[in-house]
């Protein structure tokens, strides 16, 4: 009895053996599959169309600049990059949408400061984290935005506009794509270094704002200039100045706030995210096509006339940057003392 017991737990040891020796290959062996199959997977990709979820109405130019990129991807994948416009919630909606899609590469959002930095400092219970729930791709680009006024309001320069918004102290508004997002806190921070009371006029997007603004249905706002500058052109909405520092190659002929203001200098930009859990083979390869395409003379020029510099960002890059604005965010929101709701 004692004897069959010994030698069946010897086999049993000796099979253990062989097994410990061989697991190291095993595993290797499914790895290096896995890896192959995931090639294989980003070479073929894309079979079929990509939808990319913008989180704001059409018209804007977060939808402007969405919809050159898409027709450059289509262009290069052979497959159609579907724009979806999800308006609506300060950006919510949308993104919340990329959040929960499956990570399978053909669903991405646009991603901007408002949906990715500024919304987790902006409420206490968002139904996603920009940092756990996506996987960034790439940066598009950064840019100024332009202040622009309704031609009826009686002030043609920042300092004007600083003296009027004084004199009438919370009678003067400006319009927004929404609470938290670069129009609104660009004028926070407009309102805050010129000591103005100036009431906000939340939208759900970009373009129904500068529709109403060219109406006349509210008197300022800043907007990109890709959305701004063509009513500018047409003498329908007045230009007081650009967000930055320096004047705009794309409109040299409109002076920067900065130049007014010292230390005045708000940007934007525009990137691509995708759920979390979209295999690191088509994570890669959407980067290097879309890096690709923002490489192209074509794109550059039609960025820098919008008054948009191309980035060349790497996954690694974008998502070290998009910890750095949360954090710069959080502080702009904190000193303009607009709290969590």
């Known amino acids: 009895m004692i004897l069959p ?6 086999q049993i040891i000796l099979d253990w053996e062989i097994i410990c020796d061989v697991r190291p290959f095993i595993v290797s062996l499914l790895f290096a599959m896995l890896f192959a199959s995931g090639v294989t997977q980003a070479q073929s ?3 079929k169309p990509i939808r990319l979820i ?3 109405p059409p018209g804007g130019g977060t939808d402007i600049v969405a919809r050159l990129v898409a027709q450059k991807l289509t262009d290069t994948f052979g497959q159609q990059v579907v724009i979806d416009n999800r308006g609506g919630a300060n950006a919510i909606i949308g993104t919340e949408l990329g959040a929960k899609a499956s990570p399978d590469g053909y669903t991405l959002l646009f991603a901007l400061p408002a949906n990715v930095a500024v919304n987790p400092g902006l409420y206490s219970n968002l139904p996603y984290d920009p940092v756990r729930d996506f996987v960034p791709i790439a940066q598009l680009n950064t840019f100024a935005m332009l202040l622009v006024s309704h031609p009826s309001l009686p002030a043609t320069t920042v300092t004007e506009l600083v003296q009027l918004a004084r004199a009438r102290s919370g009678k003067l508004n400006f319009a927004s794509s929404g609470e938290g997002s670069g129009p609104h806190l660009s004028m926070e921070l407009f309102k805050s270094m010129t000591r103005t009371d100036i009431t906000h006029i939340p939208y759900k997007g970009g373009g ?3 529709n109403d603004l060219v109406a006349g249905q509210v008197q300022l706002m800043t907007g990109t200039l890709m959305s701004t500058l063509p009513f500018v052109r047409a003498n329908r909405l007045k230009a007081l100045g650009v967000t930055s520092i320096r004047r705009s190659q794309a409109a040299p002929d409109i002076p920067a706030i ?3 203001i010292a230390g005045y200098d708000f940007s934007n930009w525009h990137g691509i995210l995708a759920p979390r859990g979209t295999p ?5 390869r959407l980067s290097l096509e879309i890096r690709n395409v923002l490489r192209s003379r074509d794109t550059r020029e039609r960025l820098a006339s919008q008054g948009a510099d191309s980035v060349d960002s790497t996954p690694d890059e974008f998502t070290a940057f998009i910890k750095t604005e949360i954090v710069k965010y959080q502080q702009l929101l904190n000193s303009a003392g607009i709290r969590r709701q």
């Open 5 to 10: 017991l010994v030698k069946r737990t010897t």
């Open 45 to 47: 990709y894309p079979t």
């Open 54 to 56: 913008v989180p704001y």
């Open 208 to 210: 129904p704002a500068v």
């Open 258 to 260: 900065g130049e007014t």
């Open 280 to 284: 690191t083979p088509i994570v890669e």
